[in-house]
């Protein structure tokens, strides 16, 4: 056989396309570690000048403050915001961040506060939190700059607090807010014996907390009807075996000096949303409120639920669920989105239920 011969215009050709597969086989393969890479802010913490600092007496501070929707509770809702700064040139996102606000108000508030609007009004601060980068690392400065965000929370908390001096209060965040809200409890709450016995509940959702630093003064929630307690999770498909390891490798908790360290095998709190307790009993799908894609919907409209559709179990700390397959329940958005708070709430009807009922026995507990 005679082999055709390659003239140079041929053999350039070629190998331009052979170069192209390869740079495409690159970007596929190593596609999560450049996009990763485009957020690390290249500069260390410590020579690092963040935003201006918010003002938490202005409403300017604050996303929601007071919001009430009809036929609310007494309740007071502090509520803190998981994680919408991608990253970039800014370890911590600048107050008002105008894409971080956007997915804001069309994923997290309508998901993760819109369950707890039934129970009074709710106050939303805005925060420098920590960029999504800083979720993605386990870098000192990434520790640093979740540490600096406390700041923040705790003087919108005390503001707050200012602003609420009597009645039930109920605390509650997701992801990074969840994070915040954890430390809040332990340095801020759990030494008031006079601000401990005003809060019905405390919500840790989708953030693993070492289950051994929850003081007996504000400990998690053994039963369903327990106040004064914290409800507190971290989710994973009951089949991904690898994403809860790695979840539970991963895991960064408060130390008692306010840093960030390793879980490191300590056991993580698990109280499952839907039965409202501690322990590993299997809950079968038959007692699910109801899971939720509010995202995109207006404030105060409720949304309409999936009911009695996902098992869940708490084991080795990390709440395992059955997953629903249809197709408003699959993560969707860029690369950035898919690694932040899901774009829906598997158990929004059970976080509504649960404050409610843990509402309904504070209230009566109080002397008339």
Known sequence: MIWPRLTLRNWLGWTGFALVLLVAAAVAIWRGDILRA???????????????????????????RDVRADGSGPAAIFFLHSTTFDGGADWNGTIGDPRADAYLARVVIPNYAGP??????????????????????L??????ARAFAYGDALAAFETWLADHPSGPLVLAGVEQGGELVDRLVRER??????LRER???VYLIDVLVAADSLSASVPACATATSIGCVV??????????????RRLR???????????????????????????????????????????????????????????AIATQCRDGILRHTELRTESFR??????????????????????????????????????
């Open 38 to 64: 485009g957020l690390d802010p290249q500069t260390p913490f410590q020579t690092y000048d963040p935003p201006p600092a918010p003002a938490y007496g202005s409403d300017a501070a604050w996303v929601m």
């Open 199 to 201: 809060v019905v509940a």
């Open 139 to 144: 870098r000192d400065d990434a520790r640093d």
């Open 250 to 308: 991963r895991a960064l908790v408060w130390n008692d000096d306010g840093r960030l360290v390793d879980l490191a095998g300590r056991p993580a709190l698990c109280v499952n949303p839907v039965s409202g307790a501690t322990g590993g009993a299997a809950v079968p799908a038959r007692l699910h409120h109801g899971a939720a894609n509010a995202t995109g919907l207006e404030w105060g409209v409720r949304p309409a639920f999936i009911d009695r």
């Open 232 to 245: 507190g999770w971290s989710q994973v498909d009951e089949d991904n075996d690898g994403a809860a390891w």
């Open 116 to 137: 707890f609007a039934r129970a009074g009004a709710i106050s939303l601060p805005r925060y420098r939190q920590a960029s999504l980068y800083t979720r993605l690392t």
């Open 189 to 194: 709450v759990a030494g008031d014996a006079a």
């Open 331 to 368: 993560e969707v958005g860029n690369w950035a989105d898919r690694r932040k708070a899901r774009q829906y709430n598997l158990f929004y009807a059970d976080i509504e239920a649960d404050s409610l009922r843990r509402l309904t026995v504070w209230l009566a507990s109080r002397p008339n």
